[in-house]
């Protein structure tokens, strides 16, 4: 199965600064997805993006996405107290399933 | 509130009890999943059903027993569980299945399983 990394592991800062978290995957991908979990509730889909794509954007969230390093981006900007959560990348191949790296967890203070 | 509906939210049991979790969505998703997910930590794969048939298991203990009973409904069925197998069960679905191009999952907000 392929398998996300996240770095940093945790990440703290104040609220209305930008938040950045990268994802590194070992194998060729057909999209690679980002999720959102806060604590103690499932997670939530963030956003899409497809190995042919280079960026997608979503209100408040830019996701890059290198295919030649194997790796994404994750960039909240103008970050609020509510986007503190842990955050997952999930590769997806067309062989199988995809899991989840161990995630960035975000906090934000006001 | 999410589209994936799991009950019972809190669940304890001793390590004789047979209990069920059960999930559902009317999303008219084809493909559910059961994930476990221990704290701190990523949720990990344990089931997958695409179109009501199972497709993929994890080497699940068979101490856990997956059931589909129509495309909406997923359960879990649990025996003889151990202390270990304490944990948030997190129930997905997604438009196709997982060997299909990675539709985002829709997720439950879970179960959370003490084993006494």
């Known amino acids: 199965s392929q398998q996300g990394e996240e770095d940093p592991q945790a990440l703290s800062i104040q609220e209305g600064e930008n938040a950045t978290m990268n994802c590194s995957y070992k194998?060729?991908?057909?999209?690679l997805q980002w999720y959102r979990q806060n604590s103690g509730r499932g997670l939530v889909h963030l956003i899409l993006i497809r190995s042919n794509e280079r960026e997608k954007h979503s209100g408040r969230l830019r996701v890059t996405l290198d295919t030649s390093k194997k790796s994404s981006s994750l960039l909240i900007t103008a970050s609020r107290a509510a986007d503190t959560a842990s955050y997952f990348c999930a590769p997806n191949t067309n062989a199988g399933k995809s899991t989840f790296g161990d995630g960035t967890t975000l906090t934000v203070k006001p | 509130d999410t589209e994936v509906t799991q009950t019972p939210k809190h669940l304890v049991m001793g390590m004789t009890n047979k209990k069920s979790l059960k999930c559902e969505q009317h999303m008219g998703h084809r493909a559910m999943y059961w994930y476990k997910q221990k704290a701190k930590k990523p949720p990990e794969l344990m089931f997958v059903y695409s179109y009501e048939k199972l497709s993929i298991n994890e080497s699940v203990p068979s101490r856990f027993s997956p059931e589909c009973p129509n495309s909406s409904l997923l359960n879990l069925h649990l025996h003889a569980l151990q202390p270990e197998d304490s944990a948030l069960y997190l129930c997905a679905s997604s438009q196709t299945g997982a060997r299909d191009r990675g539709s985002p999952l829709h997720f439950g907000n879970g179960t959370r399983l003490t084993v006494t």
């Open positions: 194998t060729s991908i057909n999209n």
